[in-house]
Each structure stands twice: as structure tokens, then as C-alpha cells.
């Protein structure tokens, strides 16, 4: 049997196989130890160069995927909308043209259009990592989240975890809701109507409507930042009221007195989707998750370097 | 059709380790400052062997480290997608220690040469030295081992099998000659 690789491009999880999504999973193990030595580098990627393309604001992935790229010896990039030619009105394809010309060999894309990254990836020779496209998928911190738990529990299968909040604005709820089902955990979401797609329960998930039922149902919690820059369609009554009804309260947190360990992808909301006293008490793996993240990002671009890119070949 | 010549069997394997670990004595001098780094996987396996030889031998606790070299290779790009990178992990310090780096076969030398390099990240030693079970020859970098189990010569056709009852279930060197790897 011969061992699984990846493809060209990491787009989403939906496109991995239960097997690809075990070998980032496992090959993050390793990486994990490198950021613990006192010089944090390997030379894997050496004379590699990376261009970061963020159209949307993003600090915790642009410095994690930036982290991982160096700690891998990779020469970096930052290409940020404003004060780049994107902001003159070149397209997309045009500027990863551009880049592609300047002998680049990935591309790691955040764009607030859903399909951005496999539009690009189809496009240009260079390896294209999604890191975050739209309301369609973050892989990333699919496998980031995936990691944690694994970590946590000691496995993916059999556990059950609910996804709460925002979902319907969240590429991380639909990288972890595949994610976690090729995996073989139980997935529920738990949210107000308005932000619940119903028809996300095509994919094998469940709907629970009332918090407290999630967190007496759950392993685990995976609580989505509301997006309060897309809160202007009448989603929810009032902030205040939302932390009522569906905050991640310690209140919550006693009453189902069971061990539930809470995720958060981040930036959080303080005081609307979850406490101060929750996101920084004994159940939150809220910071494993960003130390998680650096190795996940090193085993996905380790990985994908391995093959190289078209222009290379030909 | 390939050919297995059987080059060590276990009881064979079991002298040559023990005069292995002699030497090992014998060149780094001060044994209090020596650290067993064996390089996955076999090595690792076989660094444990040497360090309890010596350990019977002197008494002393000889700490123990392993190094996986996949991150430090030279060929990442043209050997393809390699799914799995090992651990990593040494002793607290190699700061002015005696590294006895171990591995089973030393053919090219571009596996101690990235061993090096990877060595060199987490300190300086006073001193390194190389100690492999079988030298096949086949050099592409000027590096030589200080201990040698068993010198054979072979050809780019040849491949070089090395078990240890830990993984393989048996002890033993065989010469497969006409299967490269």
C-alpha cells in the first residue's frame, strides 16, 4: 500500500481523504518539538520562497503561517491589500501571474471570496494554500482544531463535538465539520436560527438549539467568534442578548459539571460568545490551539513542497 | 534474480556490537562526558545496545538521544513527497559533550553530513565522533566512520539489510545483491 500524499494545493478539508487528513495530523507531531528547541529552524524548505497574500485583515494566521514558513528556512513574503497593486484594481490572476513570474514556488491566499484559493490554484503552477477563503473553508485551523483534540483526547472517532455560534459566516465551522466527520466524530451545531444553515444537516450533522443541551451533549466545545462586522442584517437581536441566551458562560460551564474542553479559533469576543472566566479557566485549550497551529501550518507546507511546481518540472 | 548473502547473524551481530562498545571507550576518552546519538530508526536501536554494553562494561549511565535527519536532507524536492519525519531528541545539552553519533550503514555520507548539521543546531560538542555496524562504501562526501562493525564492498545494485529483533524481529546483516532499495 503506498503511503498518501497530497495534492497540489490545499483548498479544504472536503477534498482530503480521512488518510491525507491523518498524515498532516501526524506529520505535525515532529514540528510540534522543533519549536521547542532553543534554535527554532530546520532547513527543509531552504531556497524556497513563499508569498503570503492576504486580502482580508489577519493576525493570527499571516503570523502563524509566517512562523511556520521561516522555522521552515523558507524565504517569505507579505503581499497585504493596501498599498499593493490590488488596491489599483489588478486582478487576481493577474497578480498571481506576477508573482508566479518572480519564480515563486507557494502560495498561501486570504480572501473574502468563497472559491478565492481553488480559482487561483487552477490558474498558476505554484502550490496554493487556502488560508481562509470567504464563508467556504480555513483548512488550517480545521486541522489545528482536529490536532488539539487529538491531543486532548487521544482521538478523533466516536467524540462528539459541537460547533456553536456564528456558522453560518464560518469557513472554520465547515473545515471542522469535514474534518471531523472523516474522521469519525459526531458533529452538532448550536446557534441562533438565523445563523444555522439548515441544510448543513445534508452532511451528517446535527442541530441542538439550546446551549446548555450542547454542552450536556458535547466532549468538546467549539465556540465560533460572532462576526459582529457582518451583524448588520438583523442576526440577533442584541449582543447583550446573545451572551444571555447562547454565551459560553462558567454559570453553564458548572451546571453541566463534566469535563468539556472548550475551543475558540479566535479573536474572541470577551463577554458575547464566551467568558473571561471560561476562555481563560482550566477547560479552554484556546492556546494550545495557536502553538498547534505553527506545526500544522509546517507539516502542510512540508508536505506540499515535496512535489515540485510545474515550472520547476518543465 | 537477487541474491542474499548473510553477512552477521545474531551471534555474529552480538561480537561485533561488543567490540563496537569497546572502542567506543576506548576513543572518547572521559566516558563521564559521552552522549549515544543514534539516528532513526535503526541507529536509535542500536545506540541503546551499545550504550547498555558499555553500561555493563563500566558502570556508567550513558544518556541517549535520537535524531531524525528528514527535515536536514539535501534531496527534498526531487525525491518527492516524503510522508514521515521521526523524533528528535537529545539529552538536555551536547554543549562540550562527546556525541557518538550511531547508525546502522554508511553508504553516501549525506545522511551523517545532514546529522551534523541538525547537531550543530542544538550546540557544540566538544567532539563527534562516528560509529556505524557496516561500512558499504559507495562515498559521495569526504566522511569516514571512527568505528566500523564491518566493512563490505558493494555496488549501486546492492542494498544493505540491517535487523534488529526490535523492529525486525531478528538480529542480522544480509548483502542482497541485484535489489537496490
Same mark, same amino acid.
Given at each position: 500500500?503506498?503511503?498518501?500524499?497530497?495534492?497540489?494545493?490545499?483548498?479544504?478539508?472536503?477534498?482530503?481523504? #480521512?488518510?491525507?487528513?491523518?498524515?498532516?495530523?501526524?506529520?505535525?507531531?515532529?514540528?510540534?518539538?522543533?519549536?521547542?528547541?532553543?534554535?527554532?529552524?530546520?532547513?527543509?524548505?531552504?531556497?524556497?520562497?513563499?508569498?503570503?497574500?492576504?486580502?482580508?485583515?489577519?493576525?493570527?494566521?499571516?503570523?502563524?503561517?509566517?512562523?511556520?514558513?521561516?522555522?521552515?528556512?523558507?524565504?517569505?513574503?507579505?503581499?497585504?491589500?493596501?498599498?499593493?497593486?490590488?488596491?489599483?484594481?489588478?486582478?487576481?490572476?493577474?497578480?498571481?501571474?506576477?508573482?508566479?513570474?518572480?519564480?515563486?514556488?507557494?502560495?498561501?491566499?486570504?480572501?473574502?471570496?468563497?472559491?478565492?484559493?481553488?480559482?487561483?490554484?487552477?490558474?498558476?503552477?505554484?502550490?496554493?494554500?487556502?488560508?481562509?477563503?470567504?464563508?467556504?473553508?480555513?483548512?488550517?485551523?480545521?486541522?489545528?482544531?482536529?490536532?488539539?483534540?487529538?491531543?486532548?483526547?487521544?482521538?478523533?472517532?466516536?467524540?462528539?463535538?459541537?460547533?456553536?455560534?456564528?456558522?453560518?459566516? !464560518?469557513?472554520?465551522?465547515?473545515?471542522?465539520?469535514?474534518?471531523?466527520?472523516?474522521?469519525?466524530?459526531?458533529?452538532?451545531?448550536?446557534?441562533?436560527?438565523?445563523?444555522?444553515?439548515?441544510?448543513?444537516?445534508?452532511?451528517?450533522?446535527?442541530?441542538?438549539?439550546?446551549?446548555?443541551?450542547?454542552? #450536556?451533549?458535547?466532549?468538546?466545545?467549539?465556540?465560533?467568534?460572532?462576526?459582529?462586522?457582518?451583524?448588520?442584517?438583523?442576526?440577533?437581536?442584541?449582543?447583550?442578548?446573545?451572551?444571555?441566551?447562547?454565551?459560553?458562560?462558567?454559570?453553564?460551564?458548572?451546571?453541566?459539571?463534566?469535563?468539556?474542553?472548550?475551543?475558540?479559533?479566535?479573536?474572541?469576543?470577551?463577554?458575547?460568545?464566551?467568558?473571561?472566566?471560561?476562555?481563560?479557566?482550566?477547560?479552554?485549550?484556546?492556546?494550545?490551539?495557536?502553538?498547534?497551529?505553527?506545526?500544522?501550518?509546517?507539516?502542510?507546507?512540508?508536505?506540499?513542497?515535496?512535489?515540485?511546481?510545474?515550472?520547476?518540472?518543465? | 534474480?537477487? !541474491?542474499?548473502?548473510?553477512?552477521?547473524?545474531?551471534?555474529?551481530?552480538?561480537?561485533?556490537?561488543?567490540?563496537?562498545?569497546?572502542?567506543?571507550?576506548?576513543?572518547?576518552?572521559?566516558?563521564?562526558?559521552?552522549?549515544?546519538?543514534?539516528?532513526?530508526?535503526?541507529?536509535?536501536?542500536?545506540?541503546?545496545?551499545?550504550?547498555?554494553?558499555?553500561?555493563?562494561?563500566?558502570?556508567?549511565?550513558?544518556?541517549?538521544?535520537?535524531?531524525?535527519?528528514?527535515?536536514?536532507?539535501?534531496?527534498?524536492?526531487?525525491?518527492?513527497?516524503?510522508?514521515?519525519?521521526?523524533?528528535?531528541?537529545?539529552?538536555?545539552?551536547?554543549?562540550?559533550?562527546?556525541?557518538?553519533?550511531?547508525?546502522?550503514?554508511?553508504?553516501?555520507?549525506?545522511?551523517?553530513?545532514?546529522?551534523?548539521?541538525?547537531?550543530?543546531?542544538?550546540?557544540?560538542?566538544?567532539?563527534?565522533?562516528?560509529?556505524?555496524?557496516?561500512?558499504?562504501?559507495?562515498?559521495?562526501?569526504?566522511?569516514?566512520?571512527?568505528?566500523?562493525?564491518?566493512?563490505?564492498?558493494?555496488?549501486?545494485?546492492?542494498?544493505?539489510?540491517?535487523?534488529?529483533?526490535?523492529?525486525?524481529?531478528?538480529?542480522?546483516?544480509?548483502?542482497?545483491?541485484?535489489?537496490?532499495?
Amino acid at each position: 500500500m503506498t503511503p498518501p500524499t497530497l495534492g497540489k494545493d490545499l483548498i479544504g478539508l472536503e477534498g482530503l481523504s #480521512a488518510d491525507q487528513i491523518r498524515l498532516i495530523l501526524d506529520t505535525a507531531e515532529p514540528f510540534k518539538e522543533v519549536s521547542e528547541r532553543a534554535i527554532k529552524k530546520v532547513p527543509a524548505l531552504r531556497g524556497k520562497t513563499i508569498v503570503n497574500l492576504f486580502f482580508e485583515a489577519s493576525t493570527r494566521t499571516r503570523i502563524s503561517f509566517e512562523f511556520a514558513e521561516k522555522r521552515l528556512s523558507a524565504d517569505t513574503v507579505n503581499v497585504a491589500t493596501t498599498g499593493s497593486s490590488v488596491s489599483k484594481g489588478e486582478t487576481l490572476v493577474d497578480t498571481a501571474r506576477n508573482l508566479e513570474a518572480m519564480r515563486i514556488d507557494m502560495v498561501v491566499i486570504r480572501h473574502p471570496s468563497s472559491g478565492a484559493a481553488q480559482f487561483l490554484g487552477d490558474r498558476i503552477g505554484s502550490n496554493v494554500i487556502n488560508a481562509g477563503d470567504g464563508k467556504h473553508e480555513h483548512p488550517t485551523q480545521g486541522l489545528l482544531d482536529l490536532l488539539t483534540l487529538r491531543d486532548r483526547f487521544g482521538r478523533i472517532e466516536g467524540l462528539k463535538v459541537a460547533i456553536c455560534g456564528d456558522v453560518l459566516h !464560518s469557513r472554520v465551522a465547515r473545515s471542522n465539520i469535514w474534518g471531523l466527520l472523516k474522521l469519525g466524530a459526531e458533529v452538532a451545531l448550536c446557534g441562533p436560527a438565523t445563523l444555522i444553515p439548515r441544510e448543513l444537516v445534508e452532511l451528517g450533522v446535527q442541530i441542538i438549539p439550546r446551549i446548555d443541551d450542547a454542552m #450536556a451533549w458535547a466532549d468538546a466545545l467549539n465556540v465560533l467568534r460572532l462576526q459582529l462586522e457582518r451583524m448588520q442584517g438583523g442576526f440577533i437581536p442584541s449582543l447583550r442578548e446573545y451572551n444571555r441566551v447562547f454565551g459560553v458562560t462558567r454559570e453553564r460551564l458548572e451546571r453541566v459539571a463534566k469535563d468539556l474542553v472548550i475551543l475558540h479559533p479566535g479573536p474572541m469576543n470577551r463577554g458575547v460568545e464566551i467568558d473571561s472566566d471560561v476562555a481563560d479557566g482550566p477547560n479552554s485549550v484556546i492556546l494550545p490551539q495557536v502553538t498547534n497551529g505553527v506545526a500544522v501550518r509546517m507539516a502542510v507546507l512540508y508536505l506540499l513542497a515535496g512535489g515540485a511546481p510545474e515550472w520547476q518540472a518543465s | 534474480m537477487p !541474491s542474499v548473502t548473510r553477512l552477521l547473524d545474531d551471534s555474529a551481530m552480538a561480537s561485533v556490537l561488543e567490540r563496537m562498545a569497546g572502542e567506543v571507550v576506548e576513543k572518547s576518552g572521559k566516558i563521564g562526558g559521552v552522549v549515544l546519538v543514534g539516528i532513526q530508526r535503526r541507529g536509535v536501536e542500536l545506540a541503546g545496545r551499545l550504550a547498555g554494553l558499555i553500561g555493563k562494561a563500566t558502570g556508567a549511565t550513558i544518556p541517549l538521544g535520537k535524531l531524525d535527519i528528514t527535515l536536514y536532507r539535501d534531496d527534498l524536492s526531487t525525491i518527492g513527497q516524503r510522508p514521515r519525519v521521526g523524533e528528535t531528541s537529545l539529552p538536555d545539552s551536547i554543549e562540550g559533550k562527546t556525541v557518538v553519533v550511531v547508525d546502522d550503514v554508511l553508504y553516501t555520507g549525506r545522511t551523517i553530513r545532514a546529522a551534523l548539521d541538525e547537531l550543530a543546531d542544538f550546540g557544540r560538542p566538544r567532539r563527534i565522533l562516528l560509529c556505524v555496524l557496516v561500512d558499504r562504501g559507495g562515498r559521495e562526501l569526504p566522511i569516514q566512520a571512527d568505528i566500523t562493525g564491518l566493512s563490505v564492498e558493494t555496488t549501486g545494485d546492492d542494498r544493505v539489510d540491517v535487523g534488529v529483533w526490535e523492529l525486525d524481529g531478528r538480529d542480522g546483516v544480509d548483502l542482497v545483491r541485484g535489489a537496490p532499495l
